[in-house]
């Protein structure tokens, strides 16, 4: 059981950058893929980055490649999401998500633990 618990988000003007975080409890962090995933209103939960357990493998979404970078850390159980130039397009919950799966799984059903998201606001 992997329990993982977001912070970093807040209000952020367009341009701007913002770093979340995701700390996981448990002693078999290094044994997930992360991913990141992100929900606006009205919208399904999308798929943003992912990154293997010892971060050989990293895809992204289109929509953040070249802007957003996924990285890990196995010693301190924490996935991290550095999102530059932000645009208002952007705002929405970002969740982080384990998986046990092989490969680097991409889509919201492949993933086993979710954290309760943090709000990112990107104003224009």
């Known amino acids: 059981q992997v329990q993982l618990v977001e912070s970093g988000g807040g209000l952020v003007q367009a341009g701007g950058s913002l770093r979340l975080s995701c700390a996981a409890s448990?002693?078999?962090?290094?044994?997930?893929?992360m991913g990141w995933f992100r929900q606006a209103p009205g919208k399904e939960r999308e798929f943003v980055a992912s990154?293997?357990?010892?971060?050989?493998?990293?895809y992204y979404a289109d929509s953040v490649k070249g802007r957003f970078t996924i990285s890990r850390d196995n010693a301190k159980n924490t996935v991290f999401l550095q999102m530059n130039s932000l645009k208002p397009d952007d705002t929405a919950v970002y969740y982080c998500a384990g998986s046990r799966r092989l490969g680097v799984p991409r889509r919201v059903e492949e993933y086993d633990y979710w954290g309760q998201g943090t709000q990112v606001t990107v104003s224009s």
């Open positions: 448990g002693r078999t962090f290094s044994m997930y893929v």
């Open positions: 990154i293997s357990t010892t971060s050989g493998s990293i």
